[in-house]
């Protein structure tokens, strides 16, 4: 491996302020002596600005850093250009204060820091730029950094996260909400136990950098459904979700035990407007009931006909049903 060119006296660019005990706890789980020093990582989401991306970018290298010695990482974002702009390029400015040298190889997308006598290197990657994927596919990692990971494919975080084959790996990951069914928070927020990672949720008062001025003005900028994500920092349905008390848990079940007791056909009847058709299949009585849709036509008239032309008559809807799942 390349030594990092120790000739440049870096000086650090950044201004740190005190951190909040939220961020503490990003800056030292992993450290001995943590109660969550053993698991497989962490995950930050909530509120925009509320320092998430800046204790946790310090956090990973002073971790892989400390830990590690010829070894590689990941640093992912949306794109490789976001990554710089919201991470490299503030990380670079703050590496001299935390006693580490680095050169940057921007032709190859990748970093080496140094900090004392241990040596990494850090590959940056774009979960959205085509060919990211192919190319972080044969890496061995030690560990992944995810910036705002909901904004990446789940194709390419479960590549990323399966690199991971060096022991003591962890994964690291932070994010803005985005809907409660997206896949990031079904497969990775609800699962945080089980996967063992540190979960942490951040609100904008955990950035102590922010004046009261700051704060209402972006408690100004929101409303509705972003002002629930960005500020609140929850998971909200989009503005215009119908069935906005539908849960995952509750009302989905696996089917492959289900005994029919009866079968209904639900019609909304339009010409032009939608015409649907539900299959439904039945069984239980009173609050024990299920229903499950079994089969479903759909055809909007406006669709194929124009707002002129002839909507599909009895006969042809009947052809279009699908009469096998
Ligand atoms: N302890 C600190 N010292 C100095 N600046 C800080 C500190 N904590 C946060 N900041 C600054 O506050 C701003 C927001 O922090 P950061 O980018 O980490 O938030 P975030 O939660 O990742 O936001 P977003 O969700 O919008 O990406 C940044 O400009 C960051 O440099
Ligand atoms: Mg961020």
């Known amino acids: 491996m390349k030594q990092p060119n120790h000739q440049k006296k870096r000086k650090s660019t950044f201004r740190f302020r005190t951190f909040s005990p939220k961020q503490m706890k990003v800056m030292t789980w992993?450290?001995?002596?943590?109660p969550f020093a053993d698991y497989d990582g962490i995950i930050a989401d909530g509120a925009i600005r509320s320092g998430k991306t800046l204790s946790m970018s310090i956090s990973f290298v002073m971790w892989a850093c400390e830990r590690f010695n010829g070894a590689s990482f990941a640093i992912c974002g949306k794109t490789v250009t976001s990554l710089r702009r919201n991470?490299?390029?503030p990380l670079m400015g703050m590496l001299p204060a935390l006693s580490c040298q680095f050169e940057e190889k921007h032709s190859?997308?990748?970093?080496?820091?140094?900090?004392g006598q241990h040596v990494n290197d850090f590959y940056l990657f774009g979960g959205k730029d085509e060919g990211s994927q192919a190319l972080i596919q044969g890496i061995t990692l030690a560990g992944v950094f995810f910036d705002e990971v909901a904004l990446m494919p789940e194709s390419f975080v479960n590549q990323a996260t399966a690199r991971c084959s060096v022991e003591g790996a962890k994964w690291w990951f932070n994010?803005?909400?985005?809907?409660?069914?997206h896949w990031f928070k079904r497969q990775w927020i609800d699962r945080a136990d089980e996967r063992r990672l540190l979960y942490l949720h951040f609100v904008m008062t955990d950035n102590k950098t922010l004046s009261e001025r700051t704060l209402e003005k972006y408690r100004n900028m929101y409303t509705g459904v972003f002002a629930?994500?960005?500020?609140?920092?929850?998971?909200?349905?989009?503005?215009?979700?119908?069935?906005?008390?539908?849960?995952?848990?509750?009302?989905?079940?696996?089917?492959?035990?289900?005994?029919?007791?009866?079968?209904?056909?639900?019609?909304?009847?339009?010409t032009f407007n939608p015409c649907v058709f539900l299959h439904i299949l039945a069984a239980g009585k009173g609050d024990g009931i299920a229903h499950f849709i079994d089969r479903e036509y759909y055809h909007s008239g406006r669709d194929t006909a124009g707002s002129v032309g002839i909507p599909k008559d009895d006969g042809q809807r009947a052809e279009g049903y699908p009469h096998h799942r």
Request: proline share 5%; net charge negative; charged share 25%.
């Open 228 to 270: 629930q994500r960005f500020i609140e920092g929850k998971w909200a349905f989009a503005d215009g979700v119908i069935y906005s008390m539908f849960s995952q848990e509750e009302h989905v079940a696996d089917t492959a035990d289900f005994v029919p007791e009866r079968e209904l056909i639900a019609v909304d009847y339009g």
């Open 175 to 181: 994010c803005n909400p985005e809907g409660p069914f």
């Open 108 to 115: 190859e997308s990748m970093m080496t820091i140094r900090l």
């Open 30 to 34: 992993w450290r001995d002596g943590s």
């Open 87 to 89: 991470v490299i390029t």
